[in-house]
């Protein structure tokens, strides 16, 4: 059996639990660096933190878990943010694929009309003067396409 707890072991186990959660370290490290100081086992620190506090020991296990579902969701949303970057990128390539497009489609409206118009001068054989002119087509509701 183990020799009883004194008011200053059990002050220094709770005290250095408290301020290295707050910096971070896990409790396996804190627990062997505290029973090394005190010249107890691991197993005795951690039963007497759990005796003496059992809510807080299910409390910090619970703060354990939620932390590593923490980090979880944290590395998650950062692999969302990359993919959204990479959907964002590929956005702003299409729309200059678009750009482009509309461009080159302006260009090849304004080949094909010449091309229209020299047809129809060969086609033209009365020698009235027709013209083909560049007017939107009619929109299927019956009303004027934009």
């Not at 804190?30 to 807080?56: D, M, T, Y």
């Not at 692999?79 to 959907?87: A, C, G, P, V």
């Amino acid at each position: 059996m183990s020799k009883p707890w004194t008011k200053q072991e059990t002050r220094f186990l709770f005290y250095w639990l408290r301020e290295g959660q707050n910096y971070g370290y896990h409790p396996k490290e804190l627990f062997q660096w505290i029973a090394r100081q005190l010249g107890r086992s691991v197993e005795e620190c951690q039963l007497k933190w759990q005796g003496s506090h059992p809510s807080l020991a299910t409390a910090h296990l619970q703060s354990r878990d939620a932390h590593k579902e923490t980090e979880q969701l944290k590395e998650r949303l950062k692999r969302l943010e990359e993919t959204i970057n990479q959907y964002r990128q590929r956005m702003e390539q299409i729309s200059e694929e678009n750009k482009k497009l509309k461009k080159d489609i302006r260009f090849f409206e304004m080949v094909l009309l010449e091309e229209y118009q020299l047809l129809l001068q060969l086609l033209n054989k009365e020698g009235k003067p027709f013209r083909i002119h560049s007017e939107d087509p009619p929109h299927p509701s019956g009303g004027k396409h934009r």
